[in-house]
């Protein structure tokens, strides 16, 4: 893999083709698959991971939010985009954009419907959230018959799909919920096909949900995490390969003597002589203060480095006495050597949120397109 000479996000394109051909060994050939690509394809390269995604034959992508739609549209992504999470304010600018939204509730429906009438649309593609115990965004059954009433006879738009979200789909002990939430996504979008008099295509499951409860699979899937090559257990993981790898280099190395101290507010003290190595990395790149103060942990040559005293905006030390290097060489914050998954879990958090922390003033470098 590429060396870098400042703090890089490289990305590995043949890494997301593993990927997403993996996940599509797990459904069968007809169901459809959407790549989630919200929070910058997870803190990645929104319009990298989305033009490949569209090259692979995705055929849909979400994002959370309107703006994130347009960016892919600026960029010339033509794929179907379902909007996760719209607001109001920018139902106008989502027609403009020709971007999907995500309906979950009687206002969300009427305001939407207002924007479309005026707009002059014919057959806008909708797309009804239901909600089945996640109880985050949707629609519940006693909301049928409004949405139905205000549809049905509407030429301005067209209820194209039915979906609903998971609420613990990786917790196996939670088995017994998650099956609960699919029966009642069955009910629900069975009786909303029922009153419309045709039937939108129905999607339920993420990342874990594809290798937990594939018999619910029905039309389409929706995978973001996997995609990006982790999956919320081990024996998936090792199937996947991440398609992000942090790395920077050592600025500098410092001998520290014996009762000295490292760092702000001296969250560092030194028992015998070290070496500490400094890195041109910090909190405002995303790595946070929680993995500091011997947490979190980078690889240097092989070998793991754990992170001394507090995390500062730019910068982290970190422990090289039993490490051979030198100012120069290479860190691996994570990646495949340090899985994105295990050093989130140092600081008591999982990889959706190390990934979507890399800040935008970190590099990005694009390898294997
Ligand atoms: C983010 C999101 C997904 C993707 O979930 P993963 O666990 O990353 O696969 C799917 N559906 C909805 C509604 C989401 O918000």
Sequence with gaps: MSKVGETTLVLDLSALEHNYHYLQ???KPTTKFLGVVKAFAYGSDTIAIAQKLEQLGVDYLAVAYVNEGVLLRDAGIKT???VLHPLVANFEEMIEQCLEPSIYSKNILNQFLEVAQEKEQSQYPLHI????????LGFSESDIDFITQKCKSNGNVKIVSAFSHLAASEDLNERDFSLNQINSFKILSDSLSKKLGYAPMRHMLNTSGIINY???QFEMVRSGIGLYGYGNQAEIDEQLKPVATLKTIISQIHEIGANQSVGYNRAFKSTNII????LPIGHA???GRQYGKGKGSVIINGKKAPIIGNVCMDMIMVDVTEIKCQAGDEVIVFGPAN???KFASTANTISYEILTAISQRVKRQVINK
């Design 25 to 27: 060994s797990k459904i």
């Design 80 to 82: 179907p985009i379902l």
């Design 129 to 136: 959230k239901f909600n089945t115990g996640l109880n985050r």
């Design 214 to 216: 594939p018999e619910a």
């Design 275 to 278: 070496r500490s190595a400094t």
């Design 285 to 287: 790149d995303g790595i």
């Design 339 to 341: 899985s994105a998954d």
